[in-house]
């Protein structure tokens, strides 16, 4: 699909997927999850909850990490 399509990005070629958990990765590091809390849903041809709201920025990279 299309998140497989190559792009040029802020750290260089690569594709619309790798920038987009880049983006996502630095905006959770400048949360401050003790005042706010994030969650993280993907979706493609269904939606799915891969980590549920809270505010344990551990859980919610590794969590983006295993998105492919």
Do not use: W, Y
């Not at 630095?26 to 505010?55: K, M, W, Y």
Request: net charge positive.
């Amino acid at each position: 699909g299309s998140m497989g399509d190559r792009v040029e990005a802020e750290r260089g070629r690569r594709t619309q997927l790798e920038a987009l958990k880049d983006a996502a990765g630095d905006f959770i590091t400048r949360q401050d999850l003790g005042a706010d809390a994030l969650g993280l849903a993907v979706f493609a041809s269904h939606a799915e909850v891969v980590c549920p709201i809270g505010r344990n920025a551990t859980s919610l990279g590794g969590a983006l990490r295993r998105v492919r």
